[in-house]
């Protein structure tokens, strides 16, 4: 079992940086992928980047390369996602995620705990 607490989102202007980070609480944190998601409104759950079990392979959505970047410290249990050149289309709830994997998904249903989300909202 794994608890995820995500923190770091607030209100922004366009072309601000913040960072998101989400705290793991529970057994095994190493042992998992991770993955943030965002879901603005009237939209689909979304993944924007992911991370493996190893740290050596990432995933970003095309909207977001270049802007965003994931990482993780595993004597923290943390994954912490940059985020960098906020547009106004950021704007959404972002959700950490974790999969008994070594390896990234996409899909909202390959990740096993998720956490409550963090609001994020880009004015101009």
């Known amino acids: 079992q794994v608890q995820l607490v995500e923190s770091g989102g607030g209100l922004v202007q366009t072309g601000d940086s913040l960072r998101l980070s989400c705290l793991a609480s529970g057994r095994s944190f190493e042992n998992y992928a991770l993955g943030w998601f965002r879901q603005a409104p009237g939209k689909e759950r979304e993944l924007v980047a992911a991370?493996?079990?190893?740290?050596?392979?990432?995933y970003y959505a095309d909207s977001v390369k270049g802007r965003f970047t994931i990482s993780r410290d595993n004597a923290k249990t943390t994954v912490v996602l940059h985020v960098n050149n906020v547009r106004l289309e950021d704007t959404a709830v972002y959700y950490c995620?974790?999969?008994?994997?070594?390896?990234?998904?996409?899909?909202?249903?390959?990740?096993?705990?998720w956490g409550q989300g963090t609001q994020v909202t880009v004015s101009s």
């Open positions: 995620a974790a999969r008994d994997s070594a390896f990234i998904s996409s899909s909202l249903g390959a990740y096993d705990y």
């Open positions: 991370i493996n079990r190893a740290g050596t392979t990432t």
